[in-house]
């Protein structure tokens, strides 16, 4: 029988016993949190450095960019400059991907709200005077949501064959000073 088994046993133990039991456990957890510390500084050990290094904001954009090429490899994209050259041409129909309360705050003028979760509900009622082979041009709020690609992907799976997301998100094109309505 173990020290610690008899220690249970026998709450009458000396209480120095108690505490060099207690100590003896503490060092124990101190050095398992220190292993494991050290097996997840090696294992993240690029990351580390990159954090490290002040480089963490742009490894993570790219890590998301190339997940985004691989889930979202059929969804077509296009620059700032390419959706606004579309939207003064006056054929393309731009799909605001943002919740209905953001697209209430401002939006880009005639652009139509249709964000992720409504598209298999309601994108066929919203689009039904669209032909499959108009330009439509998905956008959300950042660079860094992903509503405008999913919203793409689904336009696709329903039959749009001309559509692209616009990446930079309604901030890009606000903060560039392109037109923008509060108006439905």
């Given amino acids: ?3 610690k088994d008899r220690d249970l046993q026998n709450p009458r133990e000396p209480a120095s016993m108690r505490i060099h039991l207690f100590r003896h456990d503490l060092a ?7 292993i494991a510390t050290a097996m997840g500084l090696l294992y993240h050990w690029p990351l580390v450095r990159v954090s490290f290094q002040g480089g963490l ?3 993570l954009e790219e890590a998301r960019t190339r997940q985004w090429e691989v889930r979202f490899q059929g969804v077509k994209t296009v620059s700032l ?3 606004y050259a579309r939207y003064q041409e006056g054929e ?5 991907a943002r919740e209905p309360d953001e697209y209430a705050d401002l939006h880009i003028p005639k652009a139509i709200n249709l964000p992720p979760e409504q598209v298999d509900s309601q994108g066929e009622r919203l689009l039904a005077a669209v ?3 108009r330009q439509i ?6 660079a860094s949501c992903d509503a405008a690609l999913k919203v793409a992907e689904k336009l696709q799976s329903l039959g749009y064959t001309q559509v692209a ?4 998100g309604f901030r890009a094109w606000d903060e560039a000073g392109y037109p923008a309505d509060t108006g439905k």
């Fill in 28 to 34: 124990w957890a101190g050095f398992i949190l220190a």
């Fill in 81 to 83: 400059e390419q959706a």
């Fill in 92 to 96: 393309t129909i731009f799909v605001d």
């Fill in 137 to 142: 041009v998905v956008y959300c709020g950042l």
């Fill in 165 to 168: 997301a616009f990446l930079g």
């Fill in 1 to 3: 029988m173990g020290c």
């Fill in 131 to 133: 032909a499959k082979d």
């Fill in 57 to 59: 904001k742009g490894y």
